[in-house]
């Protein structure tokens, strides 16, 4: 599977998302790679600190920008089971490249009016892209979902009826586990200890965007 995070609204925890699936992955024992196409390059820093700190990040990392993350992807996929890319949150060459090689596109969201209104957007350019790329399947998350209060069901709703893109009920909360296990170049699945809420709604989401 080639999966793609991205969106076009930055902050929303892409680059979380996109290393935490790769360590869950890899942690099944699949070949995973990891292609920061981000120019801010956090996936990479992620990878340096875990490399640091275990050794071993037991997953391979490389960066790619603009065209290349389509030719170079295409090139690459058949040496590895699965390939997840972590793009900018911006409409980039890169971003779009990604989408013409995809499988899946899962766009990270804020329970936020700013955040839930650029998914508009994000569905135009998904229609964009499944008129050349006709298996892409693109959905939309939840992150930092509030504990308390509307928001979620406001913003879920909104987001339900987004042409283009699938709103799938697996929300991460606003949990500081997810910050800390980033900073140490960790999935929340591995720290200690261990915050049972987050690894679960960890755990969901994967299974929901490995299983479409």
């Known amino acids: 599977m080639i999966l793609v995070c991205g969106g076009i609204k930055g902050g929303v925890g892409k680059t979380t998302l996109a290393t935490s699936m790769v360590v869950l992955r890899s942690a099944t024992g699949r070949d995973v790679l990891l292609v920061d196409a981000d120019d801010q390059a956090t996936a990479t820093d992620f990878t340096a600190v875990r490399t640091e700190s275990l050794t071993?990040?037991?997953?391979?990392?490389?960066?790619?920008?603009?065209?290349?993350?389509?030719?170079?992807?295409?090139?690459?996929?058949?040496?590895?089971?699965?390939?997840?890319?972590?793009?900018?949150?911006?409409?980039?060459?890169?971003?779009?490249?990604?989408?013409?090689?995809?499988?899946?596109?899962?766009?990270p969201f804020l329970p936020g009016s700013f955040d839930v209104w650029t998914l508009d957007s994000v569905g135009t350019l998904v229609e964009e892209a499944k008129a050349f790329n006709d298996k892409l399947k693109a959905v939309c998350v939840i992150n930092r979902a509030d504990a308390k209060g509307s928001d979620n069901q406001d913003a879920a709703e909104i987001a339900s009826e987004i042409p283009g893109l699938v709103y799938i009920d697996a929300p991460l909360g606003n949990r500081k586990a997810f910050r800390a296990a980033a900073a140490q170049g960790l999935a929340v699945t591995e720290m200690k200890p261990q915050d049972a809420k987050a690894i679960s709604e960890l755990n969901r989401l994967f299974q929901h965007l490995f299983s479409i």
Request: without cysteine; glycine residues 10%.
């Open 56 to 107: 071993s990040a037991g997953y391979t990392s490389i960066q790619l920008h603009g065209a290349a993350v389509r030719n170079e992807v295409l090139k690459l996929a058949p040496k590895y089971d699965d390939i997840v890319i972590d793009v900018g949150g911006r409409d980039t060459a890169g971003q779009r490249a990604a989408l013409l090689v995809a499988d899946v596109y899962v766009v």
